[in-house]
């Protein structure tokens, strides 16, 4: 396929694919859009990054055009910031349809949730609790859904939320649509479709690639006390400008950001220890370039989509290798070139062999650097461990 026209897509929708520059459909939106649009149960995988929203998000916006039911999709996510990102898909690809959103997700107050929803909506992006929330409360019907979407599967099984959305899908007419996307189809998500769907087509993009493929991965051995000066080093040597970097810890993440910021480098931190409304408001910033570096835990590593990120830095490795490639995967995103950099202490060299298992190659060390004289030269030399 050379470009979305060929999908039967109306001028307004084709419009916008235009206006952003979209040009041509990526695999997994070559594979699936067409099954969506003729009605077909869908189980697709596909990396990180490879433009999945879309796939389901185009279709469904096509096929959404009667204003008389309401609400007639729902997008089921795991976190706050994949809702987010969800929602900003539809508005953008509905540009030109009278089509209403809304998200639904815990952190925040009820009442703006609940007066959108009593104006009515066409799509509702939710994450399972806060939804069940708004149905016991009787706030939201889904009687008139259609078209049921499970975002991140894999990761809402991990997160523990089956229970969740098993009682949501309770609410729902058994006569839907069911789309279902995760990174990976193992046999807790077969498990999952074969509960909740009607004989899925099953989808993989990219089955050959389980990593980014556009990302130079990089790792450099460092003491543990020395990771902040190398940072500090990497990111002025490097001249970064949009710099995603990852801890273990919600305290790791504040005592990075504070490292940064002494070495006169912006900033800001998030993590489940700050309030979502100031989540949001960080990440509309950083979105603008208001501050070049990001510190997170990984409550950032999956839904968050900007595509300026241009390095992702693992100041700790995550203890799962199938969480290295979501982090990493915020680079690079939809075929651009993206750099991460992985900061192996001593203690961490077990997970970089884990890591190497799941994505099916050897990690090559960068070229090193002095790390006494980097944290002379920045006077960043740890005084204690932070965990």
């Known amino acids: 396929m050379t470009d979305f026209s060929e999908f039967g897509f109306s001028k307004p929708t084709l419009s916008v694919l235009k206006e952003v520059s ?10 699936t859009i067409p099954l969506i649009l003729a009605g077909a149960d869908v189980m697709a995988s596909a990396q990180t990054g490879s433009g999945k929203t879309a796939a389901y998000a185009l279709p469904i916006i096509e096929c959404l055009q009667d204003p008389e039911n309401k609400p007639r999709a729902l997008v089921l996510v795991p976190t706050r910031e994949l809702a987010i990102q969800v929602e900003e898909q539809f508005r953008l690809f509905a540009k030109y349809w009278k089509l209403q959103t809304v998200t639904l997700y815990g952190g925040t107050g009820y009442d703006a949730q609940i007066s959108a929803l009593k104006k009515g909506v066409d799509v509702i992006v939710a994450t399972p609790g806060r939804l069940l929330d708004l149905i016991e409360k009787r706030c939201v019907d889904l009687g008139k859904i259609e078209m049921l979407i499970l975002d991140e599967a894999d990761r809402m099984l991990d997160m523990g939320f089956m229970p969740q959305v098993r009682r949501v899908i309770s609410k729902i007419s058994a006569e839907r649509q069911t789309l279902m996307f995760s990174a990976t189809i193992n046999s807790q998500v077969e498990w999952i479709a074969a509960e909740f769907m009607h004989n899925p087509v099953t989808v993989r993009a990219n089955k050959q690639h389980i990593e980014p493929v ?8 460092v003491n543990e006390f020395g990771k902040d000066a190398l940072l500090v080093q990497l990111i002025k040597d490097l001249e970064m400008q949009s710099v995603l970097v990852f801890t273990q810890t919600r305290r790791k993440a504040s005592w990075v950001t504070s490292r940064l910021r002494a070495a006169d480098v912006p900033a800001e931190e998030i993590h489940g220890d700050i309030a979502q409304n100031q989540r949001e408001k960080t990440l509309a910033r950083y979105r603008k370039g208001a501050f070049a570096v990001l510190v997170a835990t990984d409550v950032a590593a999956r839904g968050l989509d900007i595509p300026s990120i241009s390095h992702v830095v693992n ?10 490639v979501h982090r990493i995967g915020r680079t690079g995103r939809a075929g651009r070139a993206g750099i991460a950099i992985s900061f192996v202490s001593e203690g961490e060299s077990y997970l970089v062999r884990d890591i190497e ?3 099916g190659r050897v990690l090559d060390p960068a070229s090193q650097i002095q790390k006494t004289t980097a ?3 920045l006077r960043l030399t740890p005084r204690r461990r932070v965990v």
């Open 214 to 221: 556009e990302i130079d991965q990089r790792i450099y051995h």
């Open 357 to 359: 298992k799941v994505i």
């Open 315 to 324: 100041y700790d490795l995550p203890e799962a290798p199938e969480d290295y």
């Open 22 to 31: 979209y040009e041509q459909p990526t695999e997994i939106q070559e594979k």
């Open 375 to 377: 944290a002379r030269r």
